[in-house]
């Protein structure tokens, strides 16, 4: 220690500056070469960690997702994990334009559903007023029926009409709700309950992200994208500080026991 005073008075001045020409550390235009016990202290204070920072020098930092990177939608890309309904194993949805499709991973059970969006209706002549009429059907029950009898929508006589079905266009993916998929209604595979609210995730890749976002010190926007973001999908419940940690561990425990 009586070295590094000795040192800093021969150097007249304790205070540190940068040498940007030589990319090295000086103290009074001296290099620190020439006290290495001064080196040596100055080197251990500059790692050591700030306030607020963990004992590795560095805060975790994460740079939040796109919004619709994980959603309804990823049945289209990713793949939505949900559980089977015959043997309750892992199975996984997906989906192109017309269809949405289910396979489990355990007993081979399939299920397939047309997402293709249809207008039934009755086109009929009325055998009374002799006008040409439509009269759409709105129950799903009797679109089932190929003929059906409809009243006239001027003279209100009851006539039996033929039940015409067409296309117009595909169905739109709703949101998951209380932790079951929009296409077929299965619950999902990864799926939780905190203080007898919903957790869950779609896949891995959803559930590693999840851990990782909630988990970090920081946790930032994109730059240059659109205000919302993936983590605008969590509830408030999820990104609330107190219960962040407890959270981790629950989403840690389903990615470690959902095989």
């Known amino acids: 220690m009586r070295k590094v005073e000795e040192w800093l008075k021969r150097a007249g001045t304790a205070d540190g500056r940068i040498d940007a020409g030589r990319g090295r550390r000086r103290t009074g235009g001296l290099a620190l070469a020439e006290c290495p016990e001064l080196a040596m202290g100055l080197q251990k204070s500059a790692v050591r960690p700030a306030a607020g920072e963990k004992e590795s020098g560095c805060m975790s930092r994460i740079i939040d997702k796109p919004y619709f990177t994980y959603s309804a939608y990823s049945a289209l890309t990713l793949g939505i994990q949900?559980?089977?309904p015959k043997c309750q194993g892992a199975g996984v949805v997906t989906?192109?334009?017309d269809n949405a499709f289910f396979r489990c991973h355990g007993c081979g059970h399939q299920m397939?559903?047309?997402r293709t969006v249809y207008r039934y209706a009755v086109h009929n002549q009325c055998r009374h007023c002799g006008r040409?009429?439509?009269v759409e059907i709105q129950d799903e029950a009797k679109q089932r029926f190929p003929v059906l009898h409809v009243a006239c929508p001027y003279c209100k006589s009851r006539m039996p009409g033929e039940v015409l079905r067409t296309a117009q266009g595909f169905s739109y993916a709703d949101e998951i709700r209380e932790g079951k998929e929009p296409y077929f209604g299965l619950e999902l595979w990864f799926l939780s309950y905190?203080?007898?609210k919903p957790v869950w995730a779609i896949n891995r890749e959803h559930l590693a992200y999840l851990i990782d976002y909630l988990s970090a010190d920081l946790r930032e926007k994109p730059f240059g994208l659109p205000k919302r973001t993936q983590a605008d999908h969590l509830p408030t419940f999820m990104k609330t500080a107190k219960n962040r940690e407890r959270i981790v561990k629950l989403l840690k425990k389903m990615q470690?026991?959902?095989d």
Do not use: L, S, V
């Open 95 to 97: 989906a192109d334009r």
């Open 132 to 134: 040409y009429y439509r």
């Open 82 to 84: 949900a559980k089977c």
């Open 256 to 258: 470690g026991g959902a």
């Open 112 to 114: 397939t559903r047309d």
């Open 194 to 196: 905190f203080q007898g």
